[in-house]
Nanobody, 125 residues
Framework: PARLVESGGGSVQAGGSLRLACAAS????????MGWFRQAPGKEREGVAA???????TYADSVKGRFTISKDSAKNILWLQMNSLKPEDTAMYYC???????????????????WGQGTQVTVSS
């Protein structure tokens, strides 16, 4: 079965960096959109960054210039490099994959059907 497993979360002080990884298996994700989402306590899940089959990224305004999404298609790994972290970045971060070639709203969780279990990111001030 299709499976996504995140890793790399942790606790860091404001201004620090973390790199999240998402290992994909059981499905050929190379032609499909993949994304990173996050959910803070009491808030809705929001799209952070997404990347299409050709490697073109899209970012939420809140993370532009600080986060970088990338992927290693040969190893089926999706990355999220997070720099200049802020306390408001604290959340559970999820990796997700679309299973349709056409995605209208790339940062909408409703476009993605395969999800990982999440990894916690905590940024202290």
């Amino acid at each position: 079965p299709a499976r996504l497993v995140e890793s790399g979360g942790g606790s860091v002080q404001a201004g620090g960096s973390l790199r999240l990884a998402c290992a994909a298996s059981g499905y050929d994700y190379n032609n499909y959109w993949m994304g990173w989402f996050r959910q803070a306590p009491g808030k809705e899940r929001e799209g952070v960054a997404a990347i299409d089959g050709g490697g073109r990224p899209t970012y939420a305004d809140s993370v532009k210039g600080r986060f970088t999404i990338s992927k290693d298609s040969a190893k089926n790994i999706l990355w999220l490099q997070m720099n200049s972290l802020k306390p408001e970045d604290t959340a559970m971060y999820y990796c997700a994959a679309a299973t349709r070639l056409w995605v209208a709203y790339v940062l909408s969780e409703h476009e993605y059907s395969v999800w990982g279990q999440g990894t916690q990111v905590t940024v202290s001030s």
